[in-house]
């Protein structure tokens, strides 16, 4: 394996072990954000789940610490905001959160849908926190993802987004439910919601189509 395979692998590894990560801390009532953002030392948990997921993915545990050099560096790049805050994260696309007990491909459902929050890269921070938080706390929908300040040669300009996702789009009471909440946080300029029909279809904004189910 060539250095550029190895580097693009370590990338991937880390991507899948901070999924991981979330959801084994999220299964004991933590999260990671949580435990970051309030500075908590939980070092010793972080190596017991590494060590379980090594033993799970002996290969992707082997190229993680290739690109970091050590265990330690992969935990103090996380406490520095990697996977947490979306300016800070440079090895993943998105930043993932789930509301509890909800399935990790709910958001991939057929039914599944989401409102579209646009924003300057300035202002993605702050906006996920109230999206991330307001989705851990069950207030929200089904699950969220923000884009990261890691290049994504998918996009069309610098705008970040950040996706809030409802289980079922033909459920309006719900779906606007989340609307409304949406604007209770302070998203109160029009958004347009999509349906993951179209998504899968690869149906995107252009000139005269409209891919957006709900404006509100």
């Known amino acids: ?29 933590n999260y990671l954000f949580r435990m970051v953002e309030a500075h908590v030392d939980f070092k010793e948990e972080f190596f017991t789940i590494f060590e379980q997921f090594s033993g799970e993915y002996p290969q992707l545990a082997a190229a993680l610490v290739e690109r970091f050099g050590t265990i330690d560096a992969i935990y103090e790049k996380i406490l520095g905001g990697e996977g947490v805050i979306p300016s800070k994260t440079t090895y993943m696309y998105w930043i993932v959160q789930d509301a509890p007990d909800i399935r990790p491909d709910a958001i991939e459902d057929e039914l599944a849908g989401k409102w579209l929050i646009f924003l300057p890269p300035e202002l993605i ?5 109230l999206v991330r938080d307001a989705t851990a706390d069950r207030t929200l929908g089904i699950s969220a993802k923000v884009s990261t300040a890691k290049e994504n040669p998918d996009s069309r300009d610098s705008m ?3 996706y809030v996702y409802t289980a079922d789009w033909r459920d ?19 958004l347009g919601y999509k349906r ?21």
């Open 196 to 216: 993951n029909i179209e998504t899968f279809k690869g149906e995107y904004s252009q000139r005269g189509k409209k891919v957006t189910f709900y404006s509100a």
């Open 125 to 129: 921070d702050d906006a996920w926190k």
């Open 160 to 162: 970040k987004v950040i």
């Open 1 to 29: 394996m060539d250095e550029v395979d190895t580097g693009a692998l370590g990338e991937v590894a880390y991507g899948l072990f901070e999924l991981t990560l979330n959801a084994r801390l999220s299964g004991k009532n």
């Open 172 to 190: 309006e009471a719900d779906v606007m439910r989340v609307r409304s909440r949406l604007r209770e946080l302070g998203f109160v300029d029009r």
